[in-house]
């Protein structure tokens, strides 16, 4: 059940990327956003992870 104030799109179930749908000029520029920030989370997620083993191989705890 949708909530009173949600806009409602529509979606073609069988869409093909036939190169024959036209794209607004800015949704370029937002899937080049997404795209960065993508690549930033990744990167941070690989950070993220590589400083937890470095914490957990420095103060090893023993259950």
Known sequence: ???PDEEKYFTCK???NDGFLFRQPWV???QEEVE???KR????AAEIS???YNLFRLN????
């Open 1 to 3: 059940m949708n909530h």
């Open 14 to 16: 069988n869409f093909e």
């Open 28 to 30: 370029f520029g937002v």
């Open 36 to 38: 960065r920030l993508s």
């Open 41 to 44: 989370v990744d990167a941070m």
């Open 50 to 52: 590589e400083l937890k």
């Open 60 to 63: 090893p705890t023993t259950p």
